[in-house]
Every structure is written in C-alpha cells, then in structure tokens.
C-alpha cells in the first residue's frame, strides 16, 4: 500500500507540476467562467468550482507533503552519506531529529566558530 501511494504521489506530483497541467486549469476555469451567465451566474454554478477547487486542494496537499517528506529523506540519507564518507567528525549525522532547542544551540556554537568565538 505505501509503495503503491508513493508512486502515485510522485506520478501525481509530477504531472501537477507541468506546464500543460496549468493549461488545462486555467482553460477549465476560464470555460467556468464563460459560463456565468449561461447559468444566471447561480449558486449552484458557484458551488461546482468552489467544490472542484477544494476537492483539488485538499487532495493536493497530503500528495506534495508526502513528495517532499522523501524528497527531504533522500538528501538527508545523501549528506549524511558524504559526511560519513569524509575524514570530518560525524557529529551531524542524525541531527534532522534533534529538537528546535537542540539545533539552536547548534547553530549557535557553528556560528561562534565561524567568528572565531564571538556571537
């Protein structure tokens, strides 16, 4: 099942972000639109979009999050790989679970040698 929605997600992802993907919106919107007064510009041809649109919306948003989630995985597997790889301290493989505090104060102590201990 989670491989099955992983390539959908990607699949969906990918084709939501193309060029001919924002066509066919604008196209359907403008196509809606024509249609107003065909329709006396009602509430029930102002519900179809508002209805279209959220449905569309909502979908959207669990199939980008979870894109970017293995997107984010992937790059974090790939530095820490490189980190490994190196001669450098490994002290920053596995810091993307650290709390807001902890990374905080990483950042600070990063920052302190940067200027050679000056905040």
């Known amino acids: 099942m989670s491989v099955m929605f992983a390539r959908a997600a990607t699949g969906i992802a990918h084709g ?28 029930t041809w102002q519900l179809i979009i508002n209805t279209g649109t959220t449905i569309v919306t909502f979908l959207m948003v669990f199939l980008i999050q979870n894109t970017q989630n293995r997107d984010g995985a992937a790059i974090q597997a790939k530095l820490d790989e490189l980190i490994c790889a190196s001669d450098v301290p490994n002290r920053y493989v596995g810091i993307e679970d650290l709390t807001e505090e902890e990374l905080d104060e990483l950042r600070t102590k990063c920052r302190q040698r940067v200027n050679g201990g000056k905040t």
């Open 16 to 43: 939501a972000g193309k060029p001919i993907t924002f066509v066919v919106s604008l196209i359907v919107i403008v196509a809606w639109a024509i249609s107003g007064p065909l329709f006396k510009f009602s509430d």
